[in-house]
């Protein structure tokens, strides 16, 4: 048995050893996502736009009840760094400001990009985006680091544009914090 990883390893990696960990990744079991919060950490792009856009996020998982699905949303985050307190970016009444809302969904009939086999993928495209909304693109495929641990994910951005699964070279963590903290309804 092999020593797991840890988001410090996964930050240490560059594109091509984060893709292998997409390869060798392990099915993710949505019952567990279930009700979670994860730091979502960006682990490929250059420091300047880390600086312009993010570094850290918040990824989350919740079971719809009218579907039965596992859906989730992003919520923007204050930059104070991936070991700083997690404070959301709030509007003007108080409510965290979240995007990109997806289901959870099986990759099992799916065709993704330098033949990527896994059990899952984040379906953006069925979350009910606003149009302004870019994240509506994604189909993101989702793995577990370690073999039986929900602790730490590795996911890598690919976008659906008409027929085209389009992969970029953009990969992000997301590790355990804990228990869903608020529950945000999908967009109208």
């Not at 048995?1 to 984060?18: F, G, Q, Y």
């Not at 719809?64 to 949303?73: C, K």
């Not at 991936?82 to 709030?90: A, H, M």
């Not at 228990?179 to 945000?184: E, G, H, I, T, Y």
């Amino acid at each position: 048995m092999s020593t797991p990883l840890t988001l410090s390893d996964l930050m240490a990696m560059d594109r091509h050893a984060l893709h292998g960990v997409m390869e060798r990744g392990h099915p993710l079991d949505p019952d567990a996502l279930a009700g979670r919060m994860y730091l979502g950490v960006d682990l490929s792009l250059p420091d300047f736009a880390r600086k312009l856009l993010w570094h850290t996020f918040r990824k989350t998982f919740h079971r719809d009840e009218a579907t039965g699905e596992v859906r989730g949303w992003n919520v923007k985050m204050k930059q104070l760094g991936v070991d700083g307190p997690r404070e959301p970016l709030t509007d003007r009444r108080g409510r965290p400001i979240t995007f990109g809302h997806y289901r959870v969904r099986s990759a099992e009939c799916a065709c993704f990009p330098k033949g990527w086999r896994g059990a899952h993928f984040l379906d953006y495209g069925a979350g009910r985006n606003t149009f302004f909304d870019v994240a509506r693109f994604g189909r993101t495929p989702l793995v577990a680091v370690n073999e039986g641990s929900q602790r730490l994910l590795l996911g890598w951005e690919v976008f659906a544009v008409g027929p085209w699964m389009l992969p970029f070279p953009l990969y992000w963590a997301l590790r355990d914090e804990g228990p869903l903290d608020q529950v945000v309804p999908p967009p109208r």
